[in-house]
Nanobody, 129 residues
Framework: QEQLVESGGGSVQAGGSLRLSCVAS????????MAWFRQAPGKKREGVAA???????AYAESVSGRFTISRDVAKNTLYLQMNSLKPEDTAMYYC???????????????????????WGQGTQVTVST
């Protein structure tokens, strides 16, 4: 079982910034398609940002221009820099690693299939007004 451990969540006022980190096990690495998802109470899990093995990135429209996904392969770590946070960004954020090496970033944010990914436990982000 692959392991993904998120950190960096917390509480912040609207307009603030947070950086999430996700450390992957050595066997997982971060060279394949990796993504961040989020789930707010009472809502479905949604894709936020993804980066694939080709280096391409994709973002949900709601976060485009505010969030940036990146990775440090040497450290087996995936990041999500979140700027200009809004109350509607409040959610549990999950790191995910695609089980298929060939998944693209666009595909990762497409039709949601939980079984297509390995998952972390999540880190809570709360944005207040």
């Amino acid at each position: 079982q692959e392991q993904l451990v998120e950190s960096g969540g917390g509480s912040v006022q609207a307009g603030g910034s947070l950086r999430l980190s996700c450390v992957a096990s050595i066997s997982t690495g971060t060279r394949g398609c990796m993504a961040w998802f989020r789930q707010a109470p009472g809502k479905k899990r949604e894709g936020v940002a993804a980066i694939d093995s080709y280096g391409d990135r994709a973002y949900a429209e709601s976060v485009s221009g505010r969030f940036t996904i990146s990775r440090d392969v040497a450290k087996n770590t995936l990041y999500l820099q979140m700027n200009s946070l809004k109350p509607e960004d409040t959610a549990m954020y999950y790191c995910a690693a695609a089980q298929s090496w060939y998944m693209t970033a666009v595909q990762a944010l497409g039709v949601f299939v939980e079984g297509n990914f390995y998952w972390g436990q999540g880190t809570q982000v709360t944005v207040s007004t």
